[in-house]
């Protein structure tokens, strides 16, 4: 891994390259997307059935073929063994848990001259998710984005998974069955996002399209914001672990992996102000890389967008956290507490030496669905919430329609907007008896 020291004049140099996730690429993936996108507006499940048969290595393949039964998720479910099972749907239940608490509240209440105002809350009514099917298959990914939707009262679910040569992942369709997936078709890409957001003949239109994907979806997702709502456009994944020097190098360097192990533009960076404690880890990973099953993957990752970083002490630390607004931030210190008021960016933190990020990414309950590519600065995790609107309530009494009839003539006025003083200073006014 490559490794840097914050004291060196090349650092923020260095520093900015390794935190730069703009592709040279993008403006190529954007044309194309945009040519399946209205492609499969103007042919649909047509245009569907052939990106599948071409891109997913399906050939042949029939539409019937592309939509998975209940009958099916029910039985992949019932055929895992029993612990696999019950790891399933343990953690749904935590997942379940945690977005019950994330759950909006209606409000309302009579300000002092009897208005009454607030909102209420209504789920939306249908949600696609899409699930990755590529390099690997994330039943994890199916539970996390479809569990808060439930809990929030989405009436449908639809879920969207490639199939590369046919073959459907025993998991995932367990992890459907699980979740309450109302449908599920196997298609992925541009063309599946496109399906969700416009609708064919036998794909529903949905309202939120949720979940992550390579950059050919993430592109599709931006394109289509705005016909339908998404909570975030996905980058490759990334983990920063700051760390005291306390800790075991073995457990960091086995950190750095399961990030790394995504695909090959993961990002995965350790900070610490223990140059030992540095040394110590770059060891592990040379000792440990080579026993890992994903270990080609793991090594192009680490070599093109891993770093070991030295920095003067915790404080600066945070300042780099601040700067990259992790996905992922482990907080590998005897006090992760401490630490807490300095951060203001970051997806999600994992406190402590015994709290690895892959807890997050199962089971422990808050969502793995998380702002990539230092959009944390502005986004926050997938919850309930995603998946609820608030409707404002406004109820004039007759001395509150008095008090703010003056207050919008003047605004109105101010902006040249004659019809909306008009309509507010008539509220004003004593009803018409006759």
């Keep these: 891994m490559r490794r840097l020291n914050t004291t060196a004049a090349a650092f923020q140099t260095e520093f900015a390259v390794l935190i730069d996730r703009d592709s040279p690429a993008q403006t190529e993936i954007d044309a194309r997307v945009a040519e399946i996108i209205a492609d499969v507006r103007r042919r649909g499940d047509e245009a569907v059935l052939e990106y599948t ?19 099916r998720m029910a039985r992949a479910r019932a055929n895992l063994n029993t612990d696999d099972r019950q790891a399933l749907e343990a953690a749904a239940e935590r997942i379940a848990a945690f977005a019950e608490s994330q759950k909006i509240a209606p409000v309302r209440y009579r300000d002092d001259d009897g208005n009454e105002l607030g909102q209420i809350v209504r789920p939306i009514e249908r949600a696609g998710v899409y699930a990755p099917g590529g390099k690997a298959a994330y039943p994890s990914s199916v539970l996390m984005n479809t569990v808060p939707a439930k809990v929030a009262g989405v009436s449908e679910v639809v879920l969207v998974s490639p199939a590369p040569e046919g073959g459907v ?51 599709a997702k931006r394109q289509v914001f705005g016909r339908v709502g998404i909570e975030s456009v996905a980058g490759p994944s990334e983990v920063l672990i700051v760390a005291d020097g306390t800790g075991n190098p073995e457990w960091a360097a086995l950190d750095l992996f399961a990030q790394a192990e995504h695909d090959e533009m993961a990002r995965a960076i350790l900070v610490s102000p223990d140059a030992d404690y540095l040394a110590a880890v770059d060891a592990a ?29 915790l404080d600066e630390a945070l300042g780099l956290v601040n700067a990259i607004a992790p996905e992922h931030l482990e907080l590998a210190v005897d006090d992760p507490e401490s630490l807490l008021d300095g951060i203001r960016h970051a997806g999600a933190i994992f406190m402590g030496h015994r ?14 669905v998380l702002p990539t590519g230092r959009t944390a600065r502005f986004s926050s995790a997938l919850g309930a919430y995603d998946f609820q609107k608030r409707i404002s309530l406004v109820a004039a009494s007759e001395a509150g329609a008095r008090r703010l009839a003056p207050i919008a003539v003047r605004l109105a006025e ?5 019809a909306h003083a008009a309509s507010a200073a008539a509220r004003a006014e004593e009803p018409d008896t006759d």
Excluded at 53 to 71: K, S, T, W
Excluded at 181 to 205: C, N, S
């Design 285 to 313: 990973v040379e000792r440990l890389i080579d026993e890992q099953p994903r270990a080609a993957i793991i090594r192009a990752a680490l070599d093109q967008h891993g770093a070991l970083i030295l920095c003067v002490d």
């Design 53 to 71: 048969r071409e891109l997913d290595r399906r050939p042949g393949v029939e539409f019937d073929a592309l939509e998975i039964p209940q009958a």
């Design 414 to 418: 101010g902006e040249g907007l004659y």
């Design 355 to 368: 709290t690895p990020e892959a807890f997050g990414d199962y089971c422990a309950g808050p969502n793995h």
């Design 169 to 219: 992942n025993e998991w995932v369709l367990a992890a459907a069955a699980v979740a309450g997936v109302d449908r599920f078709f196997t298609i992925g890409g541009a063309q599946a996002v496109a399906a969700l957001a416009y609708g064919t003949a036998r794909i529903p239109e949905v309202d939120k399209i949720v979940g992550p994907g390579n950059a050919y979806v993430a592109s």
